[in-house]
């Protein structure tokens, strides 16, 4: 696997916000979100080829419970499943953060799926290639399902502008049965200013319809920083 980078921080989104953890940074990405804020791991993917015991290696420099298996896409990579099946072995727990647009039989403790609404798509004026590509693949329903099925979820939705929040309402209809507590509706920014702004609308929105705000804690505490 191409691994961007492996450090330990806190988990600053999600239902584990707040959890000491080691963040296992894959690289690539089969999508290209405009907004994307690990563009080195994306865009302009960096980093080295890692063995599964290369990686377990540089985990167990720390002395933590919590693993998040992130990226770019880490379902892009099949040595995933041994992967999660190591850390498990291990007693870690194991959070995968995946768009949801692709499937591997792997096993964890939390799956963080991040759909990806019609907003994130690049400019078709600057990045032709990567606008039809981001547009025909980063929604793939019948994968979210299954996924959901199969673990415990969560959907978290960056959210960008208010007439986004139509688009996640009608994917939530066509998933069924989803507990609203477990859909994170997350502001789009990389700065306290731009969070804020968007906050100020979206949070009443959470709460309105019993879905849980999802705030960017890791802004707050260390800035747009990488390998926090």
């Known amino acids: 696997m191409k691994i961007a980078e492996v450090y330990k921080s806190v ?16 690289s690539g990405c089969n999508l290209r979100c405009w907004f994307c804020d690990t563009p080195y791991a994306s865009w302009h993917p960096e980093g080295v ?3 599964v015991d290369e990686i377990i290696a540089q985990v167990e420099e720390w002395d933590c419970r919590h ?10 990579f099949a040595e995933l499943i041994p992967l999660c099946e190591r850390l498990r072995q291990a007693g870690r727990h194991v959070t995968i953060e995946t768009a949801g647009t692709l499937y591997l039989p792997v096993s964890c403790q939390l799956m963080s799926l991040s759909p990806k609404l019609s907003g994130s798509t690049p400019s078709i004026e600057e990045h032709p290639h990567w606008s ?21 979820y969560q959907l978290k939705f960056v959210i960008d502008q208010p007439q986004e929040l139509a688009e996640v309402e009608a994917l939530l209809a066509k998933l069924e049965r989803i507990d609203p507590e477990r859909v994170l509706l997350m502001p789009q920014g990389v700065t306290p200013e731009q969070l804020e702004q968007r906050s100020a609308w979206l949070r009443p929105y959470c709460q309105e319809h019993g879905y849980t705000f999802c705030p960017r804690k890791q802004i707050e505490w260390f ?3 990488r390998g926090t």
């Open 132 to 152: 039809r590509r981001h547009e025909r693949s980063r929604l793939q329903t019948d994968v979210l399902t299954r996924l959901i099925a199969e673990h415990p």
């Open 49 to 51: 080829d890692l063995t």
């Open 67 to 76: 693993v998040v298996l992130t990226g770019g896409e880490p379902m892009l």
């Open 11 to 26: 988990q600053g989104e999600g239902l584990l916000t707040g959890a000491v953890s080691v963040f296992v940074r894959v």
């Open 223 to 225: 800035g747009a920083t």
